[in-house]
């Protein structure tokens, strides 16, 4: 405010002041504006707009900065070129971009401290018998580093979280891990890996009542999953998917006969191995479904309702293609939403007993609507998204309805004996390789520790000589080369450990096809398994993996390989028999027409879990209305 004096004040005068003095009112403004700049900086009074924050170059306060950004950030940010994504993909990868510095507007940020203060446990003597190679209590580990795409605690949806100011970064460490580990409890509170062996299998007599286990599959228009599969070869500007999607989703059948030595040796048995592509779950799912007995035609019976929407394909066929607009990438999902607000099923119970399988990370359905990159749809950020279970191959960690299910893997049986079969196959080889690593390096990612364990892998190598039994084996995974199952699987029979580093995300594909050969899966990140599969993987860790926290390696304070040669041979005996014969079987998707008996494979965990959790939900809700209203609630 300008104060009519005929003495100057601080940022005005009067009317008639000398010129130095106009001079001085003139610029006044400009100080003071460049004054509470500083101010605010100094007092981390920053903007609450996650998107007009900008932390590049703030190396010095670049966790205030991304702390101060945390809220709202539902997705993990795309930067890189599409034509590197494309690179990426065409190599093997998933095709995210990496993240930079000056792109971390959407990040949230974890605290490092807990993370990098869990060291390797030192084994020595007769402590070797009680070996953990897990921290006793994932809640003091589940910190992650502020750089990495994945780490947001945005939840669309959940006003609660929305409304709060952005925590300090103590703050972010007691809600966020806090948090994370009671929705990883929720979720695996109505179907517990550790009482299903006290369980009837799903397709046994006693297990295949159809008394609530009704199924009605919505008969959405073709435009939402047939047209979008007829679009296979144009949805990837490098290869034809077609093939991949061939055969119910599980791609072309290899041959396995006697004549092809190679293959017969390692995939055991012959007819049950495909090249199944990472994004093949959508159709896995449907087309097991169509075989599933307790379809019903009937809504009112049903106790689930499934919505056959591809919606990984819809976004995958707008990742490559130039100048594409928000509305193009988010119509068919908005469209879908319409249609379900239609339906009297939909209605009825708020999309509390409907599910959506979607085939790629939740990531990719993340996109903030007012965000400038182009990547992916906003269709899991959408309000009437987010009481229906979402089934994906990665899940969003703070969103109590996204549930992780394993990766498609090559593997799919038709009977009970093909797994067997598998089974002695892979407890019977000679594992070779103390280690081994399936990837490629991500010198373009900052925080990746891929390169470093390369590096190490091939430092052993040369230690060991040319031996046969050499220490750890890297298989570069350039070309194409780890899409085939002979080379991957024959690496992984054959190793003790393998290493799963992250890639563009923090779950890997690799990681179920190192379970289903029977390797000890090494992780990096608790992110990348621990906090994603409740219905699949057991509740210890330790069970059937070793965690490393990925800041020593990254620091060059821990060596992998020499960690791994401290656990006994006895503790990974025991952890490999838990895998083979507890885990393995949980985590491949047999062909639709398959009749198991005995076993439940991923389709049919899955199947458990949804109506369980749907009960369990609607139950609930049933509750709060009575208690709100005074009246029951028809849970049927």
Known sequence: MIRKSKTLCICGGHRSSPAPARLFIFFCPVFATVFFCLWAACNSVLPTTPHRVDCSGRNDIDAACNAIVRINAGIAPHTAARTQRASTIANGGSG????????????????????????????????????NPHPQNLSTVTTLSSSSPWRNDAQKGA???????????????????????????????????????EIAPFNSKAGMDCKGKHIFIYDLPSKFNLDLLDRCLKLLPWQNMCEFFSNSGMG????????????????????????????????????????????TTSPELAN????????????????????????????????????????????????????????????????????????????????????????????????????????????????????????DHIGKEKRNHLVSFAGQPRPQQRESIRSHLIRQCMSSVEMIGSSSDSAC???????????????????????????????????????????????????????????????????????????IPAEGVRNGKVNVINELRKIPVSVRQKMRHRIIYDIMPGLVYARPDARLKKIDDAFLVSLRGLFARASERLMRRGQVLKDREGIGYDTA
């Open 304 to 423: 689930l309702y499934y919505i056959p929407y591809y919606g990984g394909m819809d976004v995958l066929r707008w990742l490559f293609v130039q100048n594409v607009s928000s509305a193009q990438l988010d119509e068919l999902g908005l469209e879908l939403i319409r249609w379900l607000e239609r339906q009297p099923t939909w209605r009825r119970k708020e999309g509390l007993d409907h599910v959506l399988v979607l085939g790629k990370v939740t990531w990719d359905f993340r996109r903030l609507p007012s965000t400038r990159t182009m990547w992916g749809s906003s269709l899991l950020l959408q309000d009437e998204m987010q009481n229906l279970t979402k089934l994906l191959i990665e899940r969003q960690p703070w969103h109590e309805n996204d549930v992780g299910v394993p990766h498609p893997t090559f593997f799919h049986p038709r009977h009970d004996k093909d797994i067997r079969a598998w089974q």
């Open 159 to 197: 006003s609660n979280i929305q409304s709060r100011r952005p925590p300090t970064q103590d703050e972010t460490y007691v809600d966020s891990s806090e948090e994370v580990d009671r929705i990883i409890r929720d979720l695996r509170r109505p179907l517990s890996m550790e009482k299903k062996s």
């Open 96 to 131: 995210l971009p990496t993240l930079k510095l000056k792109d971390r507007q959407h990040i949230s940020l974890l605290p490092s401290k807990p993370f990098s203060s869990v060291k390797p446990v030192e084994v020595t003597g007769d402590a070797r018998q009680n070996y």
């Open 473 to 547: 084996h890297f298989m570069d995974c350039g070309r194409d080369r780890c899409l085939h199952p002979n080379t991957t699987m024959n690496l992984f029979i054959h190793s003790e450990f393998c290493m799963q580093p992250p890639g563009d995300s923090p779950t890997r594909r690799s990681i179920f096809d190192s379970l289903i050969g029977g390797c000890i899966p090494v992780l990096f990140d608790p992110y990348s398994a621990y906090y994603q599969y409740p219905w699949h993987l057991p509740s210890k860790p330790e069970s059937y993996s070793v965690y």
């Open 252 to 295: 072309r059948i290899l041959a396995t006969s006697q004549t092809d030595k190679t293959s017969s040796r390692i995939l055991v048995p012959s007819g049950v191995w495909y090249e199944t592509h990472q994004y093949a779950l959508e159709v896995l799912f449907h087309e097991r479904l169509k075989h599933y007995k307790c379809l």
